[in-house]
């Protein structure tokens, strides 16, 4: 093991941009594995809001990706040939997630993860957490709704709130605006988002249930295990994430029941944590959906309901600063199809990140030091830890890049009624 830093005047190491604060620095990198972070590196692209963690979260998937690559090169696949890649939507953002930030994954992007067959799934941990939207049907006053989300508030963490038990799940009563008079059509939304706490140990260790089966590899790499799959062991593997995606659904249902005494209609339900059905792709913090989709900001921002447009357009595309990076791959038409939109803030950083460096060993990322404006530099494990230096507030940001992009069209504004989450989780709480 020997000790790479990336440093600020090596751009040729950095992503476009990366001279820019923040920069990042990778130690302690196996020389067998710099390769393949620079290969990852060549095939991530990103219109991540800001200028803080939309820059840092492309740097840190590095890792993540490169193990990949790595795993699917050792299993004989050409990765020069593949179109594998790794596309940030406005809210890529880095991620509380213990596990997944370890293994130097992020959050909020398009995960292209397929090779001939071969599929990363687990990795990156699909759970299939998304959001289910409802409108009621006669909706009651605005004051007894309240009262009914209140009540339903100190359930949660009891077993008839168990599916709001965690992380930065919530649900919530919103009114419908037009986006263009910013009148309120007297309709009432109801967002639900949460995953429902099923399935998960099931996706995330598959090697309990799957390591038998034929198609199923454990491939070591310098900073951690992948396990990829193709065949049998796959296809079993997208039928258990198809399986709790239905079940997810059916307990964002569950919620509305415990919370509501009325009668209402489902209008969407969208993954943002999964798996896309017939591709290779892993849907992480983002949503791929023929329909409208929530956007989810800081509870006091509210929400925005958009119809996806065909993305990325071709003026963007053609105008676009990695558009010749794009091409070298072979990736326009592709990129021209995504149909991506983002699904809500993500972190951001309250004050500028002057640099920040990662610590790899041999499961991944062993640990982070960061120097944030104003503030003793610090080293930690996981980004919760530092979450007094960040913010939920990102939704100017996050819509000027959906704007520019032209991923979406604006169809109503959601300001919020109520909204309700577990008393420890971001939005909201202590962690």
């Known amino acids: 093991m020997v000790?790479?830093?990336?440093?600020?005047?090596?751009t040729s190491e950095q992503p476009i941009g990366a001279h820019q604060l923040p920069v990042v620095h990778f130690t302690n990198v196996d020389p067998s594995f710099e390769s393949?972070?620079?290969?990852?590196?060549?095939?991530?692209?990103?219109?991540?809001?800001?200028?803080?963690?939309g820059k840092i979260a492309p740097r840190i998937m590095e890792v993540g990706f490169g193990k990949v690559l790595f795993a699917a090169n050792q299993l004989g696949n050409d990765i020069e040939e593949s179109n594998s890649y790794v596309f940030f939507a406005p809210d890529g953002?880095?991620?509380?997630?213990?596990?997944r930030i370890k293994r130097g994954f992020?959050?909020?992007?398009?995960?292209?993860?397929?090779?001939?067959?071969?599929?990363?799934?687990?990795?990156?941990?699909?759970?299939g957490c998304g959001f289910s939207v409802y409108e009621l049907e006669d909706p009651k006053?605005?004051?007894?709704?309240?009262?009914?989300?209140?009540?339903?508030?100190?359930?949660?963490?009891?077993?008839?709130?168990?599916?709001?038990?965690?992380?930065?799940?919530?649900?919530?009563?919103?009114?419908?605006?037009?986006?263009?008079s910013g009148e309120d059509t007297n309709r009432r939304f109801v967002v639900v988002h949460c995953s429902g706490h099923v399935g998960g140990a099931k996706l995330y260790h598959p090697q309990s249930w799957l390591s038998e089966t034929d198609g199923y590899y454990e491939v070591p790499t310098p900073h951690g295990e992948m396990i990829m799959l193709e065949g049998d062991a796959r296809e079993q593997y997208v039928n258990a994430y198809e399986e709790t995606n239905t079940a997810n659904a059916v307990n964002r249902d569950k919620v509305m029941h415990e919370v509501f005494d009325t009668s209402w209609k489902t209008l969407e339900e969208v993954c943002h944590q999964g798996l896309e059905p017939g591709t290779g792709r892993h849907i992480i913090g983002t949503q791929v959906h023929d329909g409208l989709v929530p956007i989810a900001f800081n509870p006091e921002e509210g929400l925005v309901m958009a119809n996806t447009l065909p993305n990325l357009s071709t003026d963007f595309l053609d105008n676009w600063k990695d558009n010749d990076r794009m091409n070298s791959l072979g990736l326009e038409k592709e990129f021209r199809n995504l149909n991506f939109c983002p699904h809500g803030s993500g972190y951001e950083f309250k004050n500028p990140v002057k640099d920040l460096e990662a610590n790899l060993g041999p499961e991944g990322i062993h640990n982070f030091t960061i120097q944030i404006d104003g503030a003793e530099r610090t080293t930690?494990?996981?980004?919760?830890?530092?979450?007094?230096?960040?913010?939920?507030?990102?939704?100017?940001?996050?819509?000027?890049?959906?704007?520019?992009?032209?991923?979406?069209?604006?169809?109503?504004?959601?300001?919020?009624?109520?909204?309700?989450?577990?008393?420890?989780s971001i939005p909201g709480g202590s962690h």
């Open 3 to 10: 000790i790479l830093t990336l440093a600020e005047s090596d």
């Open 141 to 180: 006053p605005d004051a007894e709704m309240v009262m009914e989300l209140e009540r339903a508030q100190m359930k949660i963490g009891e077993n008839r709130m168990s599916q709001l038990g965690k992380g930065n799940h919530f649900a919530g009563v919103y009114y419908v605006n037009d986006p263009t």
């Open 36 to 53: 393949w972070m620079q290969e990852a590196r060549k095939r991530i692209f990103s219109i991540a809001a800001g200028k803080r963690v």
């Open 380 to 424: 930690f494990e996981y980004f919760r830890e530092i979450r007094g230096h960040m913010t939920f507030r990102r939704k100017a940001q996050i819509l000027k890049e959906l704007f520019k992009a032209d991923i979406a069209e604006i169809v109503y504004e959601l300001p919020g009624l109520k909204q309700i989450y577990p008393l420890a």
């Open 93 to 99: 953002t880095v991620t509380y997630n213990p596990v």
């Open 106 to 127: 992020t959050y909020g992007a398009i995960l292209n993860f397929s090779f001939d067959g071969l599929l990363a799934t687990n990795n990156s941990l699909p759970n």
